[in-house]
Nanobody, 123 residues
Framework: QVQLVESGGGLVEAGGSLRLSCAAS????????MGWFRQTPGKEREFVAV????????YYEDSVKGRFSISRDNAKNTAYLQMNSLKPEDTAVYYC????????????????WGQGTQVTVSS
């Protein structure tokens, strides 16, 4: 069992930056791909970014490429999402998740989920 807790969300002006953290406990995340997803009311859960077990491979949703950066520190059992040049359309609840798959953008492939953290970007 892996427990995940997100932190770092909040209110930021457009063009600003925010760093989200995902702290894991229960067991090491070294054998899990770590993903970030987001969701707004009335919309489906949307893939944002994923990083492979070792951190060598990353993938991003097109709308966040060049602005967001995913990373991980297995020694600290923590994954991160650095969010730069934020836009109002980035407003959502952001979730981190862990998967036994190497690197997947499909939320159905993830075994463990955090409770989410709210990110609000003002115009």
């Amino acid at each position: 069992q892996v427990q995940l807790v997100e932190s770092g969300g909040g209110l930021v002006e457009a063009g600003g930056s925010l760093r989200l953290s995902c702290a894991a406990s229960g067991q090491t995340i070294s054998n899990y791909g770590m993903g970030w997803f987001r969701q707004t009311p009335g919309k489906e859960r949307e893939f944002v970014a994923v990083i492979s077990w070792s951190g060598r491979t990353t993938y991003y949703e097109d709308s966040v490429k060049g602005r967001f950066s995913i990373s991980r520190d297995n020694a600290k059992n923590t994954a991160y999402l650095q969010m730069n040049s934020l836009k109002p359309e980035d407003t959502a609840v952001y979730y981190c998740a862990a998967s036994t798959y190497y690197s997947s953008s499909d939320y159905r492939k993830y075994h463990y989920w955090g409770q989410g953290t709210q990110v609000t970007v003002s115009s």
